[in-house]
């Protein structure tokens, strides 16, 4: 188990909307550096047996047994090897400490069709760095983490996990990673997120979470990457979040959001932005100049919103973008200046805006276009016959 944890511990699976599939450098760097801390956990366990170590402390060997107990259904087995005949530490999925035999520092329980409640009991693994449910049935509450001081990861997607998340998820002061996608969970995101200060990929996307954005997500200046779509968020992007130096995915799509997004300076202050998606919001506001200036864009979606104005002749500049999704708002003005430069889009939506003038012949340059949305604007003259 533990040998297969190094680079591949980030790596999301198909599931996630391919959105760390392609193999770009920033992604790289960024699996590469969060997934150094499992490196050094696991390097070396495995020969240690815990219980055969003087000192060896078997308060972590109680909590797995509840954990186990608490298990509804196992229709894999995947749990055959937690018994009392086998050193817990080489159970499946759990590795423990080298320089405290017997506490569990590693709890890797993805995909294995475990469903029923997590047993609260976990929560009195106080070792635990990673804790790794992804992609199973575990239902009711989240386990208490406020007793994890030294969880890293907080792995549960895909889970039908309800209930809301404790405030006490800021005892967690280590925690570089928290993904919560894709289960039941209520209530707000909590307000003093931001004193999360080590938290690089925050990703509670598909929940069913409400009230605002946490402004105090502004003290966590590194973030990497911020997933809160689909969810009943209300009030405005805190302007802060936009001025992320490292941050290469926004994605705050299927949301109530509103006011106005995308400040003048945008694209000043997010230089390394990778991934924006906006769609299905209330959101308003013009697409600033300086988004022309965020060379390494790759997916703009903006669609199903209230934006205006013209779409700015820098956004040619983007020449790396292959998703430019602009549909049902209300942009106006010609397309002339920037569409036929992003020779790399693969789908193009203009469908249900304002836009007058002529479609560019430059349209026969995009030769990597799969799909194109242009109806209800207001495009005249010939279709082009280049
Ligand atoms: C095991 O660790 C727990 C929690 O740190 C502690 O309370 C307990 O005294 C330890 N037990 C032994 C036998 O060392
Ligand atoms: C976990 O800790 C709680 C108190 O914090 C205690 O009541 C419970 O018995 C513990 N469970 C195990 C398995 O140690
Ligand atoms: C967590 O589990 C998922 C699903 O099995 C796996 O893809 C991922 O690599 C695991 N992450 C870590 C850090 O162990
Ligand atoms: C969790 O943090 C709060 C506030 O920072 C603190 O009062 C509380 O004692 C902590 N709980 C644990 C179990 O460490
Ligand atoms: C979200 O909440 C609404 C109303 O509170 C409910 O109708 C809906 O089923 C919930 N969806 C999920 C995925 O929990
Ligand atoms: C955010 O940072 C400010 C100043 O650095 C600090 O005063 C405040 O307590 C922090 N708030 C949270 C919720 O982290």
């Known amino acids: 188990m533990q040998e297969r944890l190094p680079f591949c511990a980030l790596r999301p699976s198909k599931g996630n909307g391919g959105l760390m599939s392609a193999n770009q450098p920033v992604r790289l760097t960024m699996v590469m550096l969060l997934s150094l801390s499992s ?23 109680l909590s797995l047994l509840d954990f186990k107990r ?32 017997g506490r569990v520092t590693v709890l890797n329980l993805g995909e294995l069709s475990l469903s029923g409640p997590v047993s609260p ?10 804790l790794n449910l992804t992609m199973n049935g575990f239902n009711g509450e989240l386990p208490p983490l406020d007793r994890l001081h030294k969880l890293q990861q907080l792995l549960l997607r895909d889970n039908s996990f309800q209930g809301t998340i404790p405030d006490t998820i800021t005892n967690c002061s280590y925690l570089e990673t928290i993904d919560l996608s894709g289960n039941f969970l209520i209530g707000k995101i909590p307000l003093n997120i ?10 509670i996307s598909k929940n069913n979470l409400t009230g605002t954005i946490p402004p105090s997500l502004k003290n966590i200046s590194q973030l990497l990457l911020i997933s809160l779509a689909d969810n009943q968020l209300t009030g405005s992007i805190p302007e802060e979040i936009g001025q992320f130096p490292n941050m290469w995915g926004l994605l705050l799509g299927g949301n109530r959001l509103s ?24 959101l ?38 292959t998703l430019l999704n602009l549909r049902f708002n209300k942009f106006n003005g010609s397309i002339e200046g920037w569409f036929g430069k992003l020779k790399n889009m693969t789908v193009l939506g203009l469908e249900e805006n304002n836009f007058t003038g002529p479609i560019p012949c430059s349209i026969g340059d995009l030769t990597k276009l ?3 949305y242009l109806a209800n604007n207001e495009f005249e003259g010939p279709i082009c016959s280049c």
Do not use: M
Not at 121 to 130: A, E, R, W
Not at 194 to 203: A, I
Not at 286 to 305: A, C, M, Q, W, Y
């Open 39 to 61: 490196l050094l956990i696991s390097y070396g366990v495995g020969e240690i047996c815990c219980s055969t170590v003087p000192g060896y402390n078997s308060t972590d060997l």
């Open 70 to 101: 608490a298990i509804i259904s196992d229709p894999r087995q995947a749990l055959s090897s937690w018994h009392a005949g086998i050193p817990h530490c080489q159970w499946e999925g759990v590795t423990s400490s080298l320089t405290h035999p």
């Open 121 to 130: 009991s976990v929560g009195n693994l106080t070792f635990l760095k990673i």
């Open 194 to 203: 931001g004193l999360l200060s080590n938290l690089y990929v925050l990703r």
């Open 259 to 282: 006011g106005k997004a995308l400040p003048s300076n945008f694209g000043d202050t997010l230089p390394s932005l990778t991934w924006l998606g906006l769609s299905s919001n209330k």
């Open 284 to 321: 308003e506001g013009h697409v600033p100049v300086s988004l022309g200036k965020i060379s390494g864009l790759e997916t703009l979606d903006l669609s199903f919103n209230n934006f205006s104005g013209h779409v700015p002749i820098s956004l040619g500049n983007l020449s790396g973008l």
């Open 370 to 372: 799969r799909k194109l």
